[in-house]
């Protein structure tokens, strides 16, 4: 999370949601201190982790709670980076429900694609 969040550059997110998973023994929130720009909203809560779906769902749920005027959401992983030289922001638009990008592992050796990134609406699962 100390390493990775940054990477998506400042400006990048207009607001932050945060779900801890309840099992957490690191300084999760106080890295979120760190490295989450000041002035920058966000929305960091505590939950049980039964999943990485119920999870998502619960992060997208208190996304809409707390900031539905945001356009897109992003579920960030904190073990995968992104190469920012390959994510342009104003590629998004409101025609698509996502945006796919790749994204490496930590040793950068290992790659996916994400379509993590996507429009955001009330009730996405």
Known sequence: LKHNLPLWGPGFFDAYVVAVDSRTQDDTVAVLDEVIPPGVPRHVFEYEFTGFGPARTLVFDKAWEHF??????????????????????????????????????????????????????????
């Open 68 to 125: 539905p005027d945001i356009t897109h959401l992003l579920v960030a992983d904190p073990d995968w980076k992104p190469n920012m030289d390959l994510i342009d922001k104003s590629d998004l638009d409101f025609e698509n429900e996502s945006y796919q990008f790749k994204i490496w592992d930590r040793s950068g050796l290992t790659t996916r694609s994400s379509n993590w990134l996507m429009k955001h609406q009330e009730g996405l699962h």
